[in-house]
């Protein structure tokens, strides 16, 4: 089984183009994923493929800094570079259907959630049970 989930950041815009006869959308683009804790942490940084209006999706409510979940499969593939050097690439195509979810509106930030939490005063007026 090929079956990959993560959640993440955008580390940058996506990328919209158009590919083959058919000019089928494809969006790309990395997401940071952060794993363990303290002196443990690490960030990976995963590049995501997404076809068809998921990717127009994704580049029209999404910009660097978004979070969002992403479903999909490990995909390796390989070309030539110019000097005739195989080159190998390691991505997560995204499934065509719900591979793609948005975990913040298009306007929100961590910051600005950071900063309205903070201006947030606790009310304990002592008649609340629990």
């Known amino acids: 089984m ?5 959640i993440g950041r ?3 815009d996506a990328n919209l183009s158009h590919v083959g006869e058919k000019q089928t959308a ?4 990395n997401i940071a994923v952060n794993d363990g804790y303290g002196e443990n942490a690490k960030v990976y940084y995963i590049p995501i493929v997404v076809w068809g209006k998921s990717a127009e999706s994704v580049a ?12 999909g ?13 195989k080159k190998y690439i ?11 979810e948005f975990l913040e509106n298009k306007n929100s930030s961590s910051n600005e959630n ?16 629990f």
């Open 2 to 6: 090929n079956k990959s989930i993560l």
């Open 10 to 12: 955008l580390t940058n």
């Open 26 to 29: 494809k969006a790309t683009f």
């Open 60 to 71: 029209n409510y999404t910009r660097k800094g978004s979070k969002v979940g992403i479903a």
């Open 73 to 85: 499969k490990i995909v390796t593939r390989s070309y030539d570079d110019p000097q005739g050097i």
């Open 90 to 100: 390691t991505e997560v195509v995204a499934d065509p259907v719900n591979g793609v």
């Open 114 to 129: 950071t900063k309205l939490n903070a201006d947030i005063t606790p009310v304990d007026n002592g008649d609340m049970p």
